[in-house]
């Protein structure tokens, strides 16, 4: 199974660079990897042939950086270019501020099945911990930074952080059983998940009708269901630590639940708008 690793990121290449360092840290790399842009930040940029020069020579062998004008919150439709960009049977889908435990992508590979998509576990920090990460004063180990990846959990299993100290729990052994039981507690979050991206051309991507924040990501698993595509979950693995942001605004989100609504309502698979046209494009 070729695997891609496809990474949103828009205007925070500080988090982008820690996140990078997080992948050439993995015990299973990516065969492919793709940094989808939401504008055009020559910081972002200069991270990715950061990433580039560090990993050396076909590590990963494909590396894209796909881009599209920022004219407003558009994650569906960089998706859609991530997924036409794609040449991996799996896609792994997470935000540019999400730090991955080393055997993050081992897990993801390991719980992949057909027939299934995986949701994975997104652990929010709070905003002091982001800030001393992002410096480079310390590391989620608790150590000096090194200025490359983070290990976890470290002390995000301790203090404030509660029950969410149970997602930090690594156990490759349990992920198969805890696949089916896990998919009722987790919700659907596209910072972390997987799909095959056969199933992902069936179902034509996400809807580019959404734009502003939700619930793209649940509109898209509907369809995947609709078409038989069912939820598995990824837990005692596929650890991955969500770095603290401002919400994004909600001022389409009555908008956006609509399309959702209509989507449960009529059974529907496929989408009008999705990366059907980007494939086009591609294509000439």
Not at 85 to 112: E, K, Q, S
Not at 186 to 200: I, M, P, T
Request: hydrophobic share 45%; glycine share 10%; with cysteine.
């Amino acid at each position: 199974m070729r695997l891609t690793l496809a990474i949103t990121t828009h205007a925070r290449a500080d988090a982008l660079a820690r996140v990078l360092a997080c992948v050439r840290a993995q015990t299973r790399p990516p065969e492919e990897l793709i940094v989808a842009e939401d504008g055009t930040d020559p910081a972002t940029a200069a991270v990715v042939a950061r990433h580039a020069a560090a990993a050396g020579a076909g590590v990963p062998p494909h590396l894209h950086h796909v881009q599209q004008a920022h004219l407003g919150f558009r994650v569906a439709r960089l998706r859609n270019l991530a997924i036409a960009a794609a040449t991996g049977d799996y896609i792994v889908f997470i935000d540019g501020d999400m730090l991955l435990h080393p055997a993050f992508l081992g897990d993801h590979a390991r719980c992949a099945r057909p027939g299934r998509w995986t949701q994975g576990v997104r652990i929010p920090l709070d905003a002091a911990t982001t800030q001393k990460m992002l410096a480079g004063a310390v590391d989620p180990a608790g150590g000096a930074a090194d200025g490359d990846a983070p290990t976890l959990p470290g002390p995000l299993s301790r203090g404030r952080f509660g029950l969410r100290r149970a997602a930090l729990w690594h156990a490759p052994r349990l992920q198969r059983l805890l696949r089916g039981p896990g998919a009722a507690l987790l919700a659907v979050k596209s910072c972390n998940q997987g799909f095959w991206r056969a199933d992902l051309l069936r179902v034509n991507g996400f809807d580019e009708r959404f734009e502003g924040w939700g619930p793209e990501d649940k509109e898209l698993c509907a369809r995947l269901a609709h078409a038989g595509v069912r939820r598995q979950a990824l837990l005692g693995g596929g650890i991955a630590c969500h770095l603290h942001h401002p919400p994004a605004p909600r001022d389409r989100r009555a908008f956006n639940e609509s399309l959702l609504a209509a989507t449960l309502v009529s059974g529907a698979t496929r989408c009008e708008r999705g990366v059907d046209a980007h494939l086009a494009a591609a294509r000439g």
